[in-house]
């Protein structure tokens, strides 16, 4: 698994970070697998979503499905996430910052899983999963969201 943006001044938990998406993947029945996960800004993802989607606007995840051979091992994708975007619509979820992460990290993994949620059954499959996903998530060990690192 390879981490990128996650710098010891974004305040994110490298370690915490991993250990929560292996289990996301594990409770999914993926035992071994590689992802790649990026941390960005609304500039960085409205980038890529206007690029690759034809959406020229910031999003939250952004998830990009590859399945393939890689050592031997499937890679499965990459998922960015927009860090700016996380801390500001965290509050509409009900979440704080680090959940609204957590929140996120499942959602992109899940994608990378081959869920989707445009029609309403496979939304409600998507959100079951996401359920099962956070159940694994222990606040304080994603993202220290706090001032230092606003």
């Given amino acids: 698994m390879q981490l990128q943006g ?6 994110l938990l ?8 292996r289990h996301v993947l594990m409770n999914e029945g993926v035992a ?3 992802v790649t996960i990026v941390f960005t800004d609304d500039v960085g ?24 051979e890689d050592d ?11 860090l ?12 704080d910052p680090e959940g609204e992460l957590a929140r996120l990290l499942v959602h992109g ?5 081959g869920y989707d949620h445009h029609r309403p059954q496979d939304g409600r499959r998507m959100k079951a999963a996401e359920r099962r996903g956070l159940d694994g998530f222990l606040p304080g060990s994603l993202w220290d969201a706090g001032p230092l690192h606003a």
């Fill in 6 to 11: 996650a710098s010891a001044s974004s305040g």
């Fill in 14 to 21: 490298p370690s915490g970070i991993k250990r929560f998406a």
């Fill in 32 to 34: 071994e697998a590689a």
């Fill in 45 to 68: 993802i409205r980038s890529l979503n206007a690029r690759f989607r034809d959406q020229d606007r910031a999003t939250d995840v952004l998830a990009f499905p590859l399945h393939e």
């Fill in 72 to 82: 031997g091992r499937m890679y499965l994708g990459d998922v960015i996430i927009s």
């Fill in 84 to 95: 700016e975007r996380a801390r500001s619509q965290a509050p509409r979820f009900g979440n």
């Fill in 109 to 113: 993994l899940l994608h990378l899983l």
